[in-house]
C-alpha cells in the first residue's frame, strides 16, 4: 500500500462486497480479505451524525484512513448515510486535515491513488484549513488549548464547537501532533474513538462518558496552563508557525508534568512566549513582567541560542533597556559570528554607539572581526580600548601585519594598534624588527591615520624608540632607509646616531629629494665613482645590499586612506 | 433487591452501596452529594433523576442505570431482525401506544411511565415524535453504541407489581455479527421481538430461502443460557414474532387484510385473539416457505405471532402519506407483557380455554 492511497465506499446495501445487509462496504479498491479487515476497524465510524459532512481520521497498523461521511436519503426516501474512506501509510492527520477539501470525495468510480496525486491536494487544504484556524476567536481556542494540555495524553471531546476541523488544525499546531479526529459525531461513548472527538450537543447516553468533555466556557483551574495558552494561541493567530515555531515541541508533552515542563521552558515569564524575535509585539504590561532577575536570565539564554533573523527581529528601538541590555550582547555575539550576519549588524548599528560594558563579553577574538564589530557599534574611545586590549593578545608580527593592511581601510583601527605595538615593541625580537623592517617601519600606515607628515614622524619615533636597545642596527637602518619614505627617513634621522647609519639614512634623504624633484643623482655619487674621502660631512654612499628592495614612492596623503 | 445485573453488559452490581451520581449538562457522570441543607423531599427528588453505574464510573463500558431500577422486576425486551426489517419504526410505534395513556389501556390494569425520564425524553425526541408527530421517516440505526433506548416503568394495579423495562433497538447489521462481545442482552433478555421482514420472504410457496441472519445469531446465543427442567428443548425467552410493514403485504393476502382490518384499539388490548393470530401468521409465514422465519416461534419457551404495521404504508420522499396509523403495533408488546408476567398469562388463552 506503500504509496498508494486505497479507497472505499459504504452505504446500506442489501449485500455488501462482503455479503452483509445493511451499511457496509459496496466499492472498494482493497483485496477481498483486506477488505473485510478493514471493514471491522472502519465500520463503527462510518455513521454520519448530521447534513454536513462529518470527517473522521483514524490510524490502525500504521496505516491512516480518512473517512468522509454525510447524511443521506436511500432510494425508499429512509434517511440513512454514505461514507468515503481513503486508506494510505502516507496518510497522516495533518494530510487528513488537509483532504477533507478533497475535490475527489464522491467520485463516480474508485481507484488506486498515487500518493502524489493526493500531497498537493492535502498541503494546499491545509494551508487554506490554517488559514481558518489562525483566524479562530484567539480566546476561545486558548480555553480549549489549556484544557488540552491538561491531560495531553488522553483523548478529548469538544462540544457544540462551530468550526471543529479548523480547531483540530489550530490544537495539533499548537501542541506539536495533529491528533486524530472525529469532526461530527452523535455520541462519544463507543470504543475505538479517535483523539479529538466533536459533538455537536451533549447527548445524553446510559453509557458514562470516559473521554474529558472540554469547553471554551470551562473555568480554568491552572493559571500556568492558561495564561501559556493565551500566548501561544495569540502568537499563533498573529503568525501561524512562525509565531509558535521556537517553543513548539517536537512531540507533544505526554502527561501533566511533561506539559508542565514544557510550559515553564517556553516562557520568559507567564504569558511571554520565550521567543526574543516576538517581544517587540507584545504590550508594555508583558514587557513590566520580564524585569526580574529569572525572567531576564530566560530572555538571556534564550538570545544566547536565536539565530541572527530572530535576533535582528528582537532588536527594537521601543524595548525598555533591561531587555535591551540582554538581548544587545546576544546580537552581538551573532553578528560576530564566522559568517557573520550583515542583517545583524546593521540593525545593531541603529542602536550604537553601545556602551561598551554592554558588549564586552561578547566581543568576538577574531581581530578583523572585532575591527568591523567595534567600528559599527563602539565610540571611537571604546573602540580603541577593545582594539588594544585585543592586541596585547596578538603576536608582534601578526599585529605589525594587521597595522599594515588594514591601515588604509581602518586608519583609526591601526592608529589604536599602533598604540599597542609601541607598548610592546620594547620586546620585539630579532623576527619582529625585521617584519617591521620589510613593511617599511609600517610608516605608509602611520601616515593613513596622521594628519599631517611631522605626525607621522612623531610616531614613528615612538615606536622606533621604543624598540630594544640595538635593534636598529646599522643593516636594519639602512633596511629602513631603503624605503625612501620621508617621515620615516624623518623619524630615523631623529633618533640614530651611529655615523655610519647616518650617513646611509642621509644618502637616502638626498635621493629621496632628487626623486621628489624628478633630477638624477650628481655622478660623484653614481656606483663605481667612489665615496667621497674627504671626512667631509657628506656620507659615504652605502654599498648597494638593499638594492633589490622594492622602494616605494614616497605619500604625502597625509591622514586619510586613499 | 441488593444485587442486580446491568442490563446492557451484565456486570453484576451489588446495588444498594452503590452511590448515586448525577448527569451533569455536559453528560458526564458526576458523584451526587446529598446537602444537609436541603430537605428529604427535595433529596429524594434528586434520587428520582439520579443513576447507579454498573461499574467504576470512568472506565469505558460502564453504564448508569435509574437509581431505583432494582426496586423493580427487570425485564428487557430486544428487537431482533436484519436491516431495515422494520424494527426501529415498529417499536416507535410501539411505545408511543404503550405510553399514549388511551383509555383502553386502563382496561389492562397497566400504569405506565418514564423509568429513565432523560433516556425516555430523548426516544421520545428522536423516535416518536418525528415518526408519529410528524410522519417523518427515521432513518437507520448506527451500528456503533450498544445500549438501551428506552426505559419504562410499567405497573400492573391489579397486583401491585412493577416492572422496569429495557428496550434494545440495535442496527441489523450488528445484530448479524457472529461474534460481537458488547452484545450482551441475549443471556438475559426476558422477551426478544424478531421482526419479520415481508418484503424478504418468499412470495410462494417452496424450499425455505436462508432466512434473516440476525435471527439465526440471536437463537445460537440463546443457547447459552439455562433452561428450565420443564422446558429443556425450549429456550427460555419470550418471543413475539412480528411481520411488520404487513400494509406492504395486505393485498397479496386476505388474511393479513383481515387482521388489519380489525386493529381497533379496542381490539389491540384484547389479547385472548393473539392465539388465532399466531396460527395465522405462523400459516402465511409456512406457505411461502419462511420456514426460517419460524424458527423463533417454534424454538422459544413462548410465543407469539403478529401481523402488525407501524406507518400503514410506505414512505414517500422521508414521509408518511395521509393514510398513515399504527396498525395493530401494541399487541405483539402486550402479548409480550403476558408472557413475562407482567400481565396475566392466561389472558393470552382463547376465550373458550379461559379458566373457569
Not at chain 1, 493567530?237 to 517536537?250: E, F, K
Request: net charge negative; hydrophobic share 45%.
Amino acid at each position: 500500500m506503500n504509496q498508494i492511497a486505497h479507497q472505499i465506499r459504504y452505504c446500506w446495501s442489501p449485500a455488501s462486497l462482503l455479503g452483509t445487509r445493511g451499511m457496509g462496504p459496496v466499492e472498494s479498491t482493497l483485496p477481498a480479505d483486506v477488505l473485510a479487515t478493514w471493514d471491522r476497524y472502519l465500520r463503527d465510524h462510518v455513521w454520519a451524525a448530521g447534513t454536513r459532512p462529518g470527517f473522521t481520521f483514524v490510524v490502525r497498523d500504521g496505516v491512516g484512513a480518512l473517512l468522509r461521511k454525510v447524511a443521506t436519503a436511500a432510494e425508499d426516501g429512509r434517511p440513512g448515510s454514505a461514507a468515503h474512506a481513503l486508506l494510505s501509510p502516507e496518510l497522516k492527520a495533518a494530510d487528513a486535515l488537509g483532504l477533507t477539501s478533497w475535490d475527489g470525495w464522491d467520485a463516480p468510480a474508485l481507484s488506486v491513488l498515487p500518493w502524489s496525486a493526493l500531497a498537493p491536494a492535502a498541503d494546499r487544504g491545509l494551508s487554506e484549513l490554517r488559514a481558518r484556524a489562525r483566524a479562530l476567536p484567539a480566546d476561545r481556542l486558548a480555553a480549549l488549548f489549556a484544557q488540552v494540555l491538561h491531560a495531553p495524553g488522553e483523548g478529548f471531546t469538544v462540544i457544540g464547537e462551530p468550526d471543529p476541523l479548523a480547531v483540530t488544525c489550530a490544537l495539533g499546531d499548537l501542541i506539536g501532533e495533529t491528533p486524530t479526529f472525529a469532526s461530527d459525531e452523535a455520541s462519544d461513548t463507543g470504543p475505538h474513538l479517535p483523539t479529538a472527538v466533536f459533538l455537536r450537543e451533549a447527548s445524553f447516553s446510559s453509557t458514562t462518558a470516559t473521554r474529558r468533555r472540554i469547553a471554551p466556557a470551562a473555568p480554568l483551574a491552572d493559571p500556568a496552563l492558561s495564561s501559556f495558552a493565551v500566548a501561544a494561541v495569540d502568537a499563533y493567530a498573529a503568525d501561524g508557525m512562525d509565531g509558535i515555531a521556537l517553543t513548539r515541541r517536537a512531540k507533544p508533552p505526554a502527561d501533566l508534568v511533561e506539559t508542565r515542563e514544557w510550559v515553564s521552558a517556553a516562557q520568559f515569564a507567564p504569558g511571554v512566549l520565550a521567543d526574543v524575535g516576538r517581544l517587540p509585539r507584545l504590550s508594555p504590561t508583558a514587557w513590566q513582567s520580564l524585569a526580574r532577575e529569572d525572567a531576564l536570565q530566560r530572555v538571556a539564554a534564550a538570545a544566547a541560542a536565536a539565530s541572527p533573523a530572530v535576533l535582528a527581529r528582537a532588536l527594537d528601538e521601543r524595548l525598555p533597556e533591561y531587555l535591551l541590555a540582554v538581548i544587545v550582547p546576544a546580537a552581538v555575539a551573532a553578528a560576530s559570528g564566522t559568517p557573520g550576519d550583515p542583517a545583524l549588524l546593521e540593525r545593531l548599528a541603529q542602536f550604537g554607539p553601545i556602551p561598551l560594558d554592554l558588549v564586552a563579553g561578547s566581543l568576538p577574538a577574531d581581530v578583523d572581526q572585532l575591527a568591523r564589530i567595534t567600528h559599527v557599534l563602539l565610540t571611537p574611545r571604546d573602540r580603541r580600548i577593545v582594539l588594544e586590549q585585543a592586541a596585547r593578545d596578538l603576536p608582534l608580527t601578526g599585529l605589525i601585519d594587521w597595522i599594515d593592511r588594514q591601515a588604509p581601510a581602518d586608519p583609526a583601527g591601526a592608529l589604536a594598534m599602533y598604540s599597542a605595538l609601541c607598548a610592546r615593541a620594547g620586546r620585539a625580537s630579532q623576527e619582529d624588527v625585521e617584519a617591521l623592517v620589510s613593511r617599511g617601519g609600517l610608516a605608509g600606515a602611520v601616515r593613513q591615520f596622521s594628519e599631517s607628515g611631522q605626525q607621522s614622524s612623531i610616531h614613528l619615533v615612538t615606536l622606533l624608540r621604543a624598540l630594544p636597545r640595538g635593534a636598529l642596527d646599522p643593516d636594519a637602518v639602512a633596511g629602513l632607509a631603503a624605503h625612501v619614505d620621508p617621515v620615516l627617513l624623518h623619524a630615523l634621522d631623529t633618533i640614530v646616531t651611529d655615523p655610519s647609519a647616518r650617513a646611509d639614512i642621509h644618502y637616502q634623504v638626498r635621493l629621496a629629494y632628487y626623486q621628489e624633484h624628478l633630477l638624477h643623482e650628481p655622478t660623484a655619487l653614481l656606483p663605481g665613482d667612489g665615496p667621497p674621502g674627504d671626512g667631509s660631512a657628506e656620507p659615504q654612499a652605502p654599498r648597494r645590499r638593499w638594492h633589490g628592495i622594492r622602494r616605494h614612492q614616497p605619500h604625502h596623503n597625509h591622514g586619510k586612506p586613499t | 433487591m441488593s444485587v442486580v445485573h446491568c442490563p446492557i453488559c451484565q456486570k453484576r452490581i451489588d446495588w444498594d452501596p452503590t452511590p448515586p451520581y448525577r448527569v451533569s449538562d455536559n453528560g458526564v457522570a458526576e458523584p451526587l452529594v446529598r446537602d444537609p441543607r436541603i430537605a428529604e423531599a427535595a433529596w429524594q427528588d434528586q434520587l428520582v433523576r439520579a443513576y447507579r453505574p454498573c461499574g467504576e464510573v470512568g472506565h469505558p463500558g460502564t453504564h448508569l442505570l435509574p437509581y431505583d431500577y432494582a426496586k423493580y422486576t427487570p425485564v428487557s425486551i430486544g428487537m431482533i431482525g436484519h436491516s431495515r426489517a422494520g424494527k426501529t419504526h415498529l417499536l416507535a410505534a410501539m411505545i408511543y401506544r404503550l405510553c399514549s395513556n388511551d383509555p383502553v389501556l386502563r382496561g389492562l390494569d397497566l400504569q405506565v411511565g418514564p423509568l429513565d425520564l432523560a433516556v425516555h425524553q430523548r426516544y421520545v425526541a428522536e423516535y416518536i415524535t418525528p415518526l408519529i408527530g410528524h410522519r417523518r421517516q427515521l432513518g437507520g440505526t448506527p451500528a456503533a453504541l450498544v445500549e438501551f433506548c428506552d426505559a419504562l416503568k410499567v405497573t400492573n394495579t391489579r397486583n401491585g407489581r412493577s416492572f422496569a423495562l429495557t428496550f434494545f433497538d440495535l442496527a441489523g447489521e450488528r445484530l448479524e455479527r457472529a461474534s460481537d462481545d458488547e452484545l450482551q442482552f441475549y443471556s438475559s433478555a426476558q422477551a426478544l421481538v424478531f421482526v419479520v421482514d415481508p418484503e424478504s420472504i418468499p412470495r410462494r410457496a417452496g424450499p425455505g430461502t436462508g432466512g434473516d441472519v440476525s435471527f439465526e445469531v440471536a437463537l445460537r446465543r440463546l443457547d447459552a443460557r439455562a433452561r428450565p427442567p420443564a422446558a429443556r428443548s425450549f429456550h427460555p425467552v419470550a418471543a413475539a414474532v412480528v411481520v411488520a410493514k404487513a400494509d406492504l403485504i395486505r393485498f397479496e393476502d386476505r388474511l393479513v387484510s383481515d387482521w388489519l382490518a380489525v386493529g381497533s384499539a379496542e381490539e389491540e388490548v384484547e389479547l385472548s385473539t393473539v392465539e388465532r393470530e399466531s396460527e395465522d401468521v405462523y400459516a402465511y409465514l409456512s406457505q411461502r416457505g419462511a420456514t426460517q422465519w419460524l424458527r423463533p416461534a417454534q424454538e422459544c419457551y413462548r410465543s407469539t405471532l403478529h401481523f402488525a404495521s407501524a406507518t400503514n404504508g410506505p414512505a414517500s420522499d422521508g414521509t408518511f402519506p395521509g393514510a398513515f396509523r399504527q396498525c395493530r403495533v401494541l399487541k405483539p408488546l402486550l402479548a409480550v407483557f403476558a408472557m413475562t408476567g407482567i400481565l396475566d398469562e392466561s389472558a393470552l388463552l382463547p376465550p373458550s380455554e379461559e379458566p373457569g
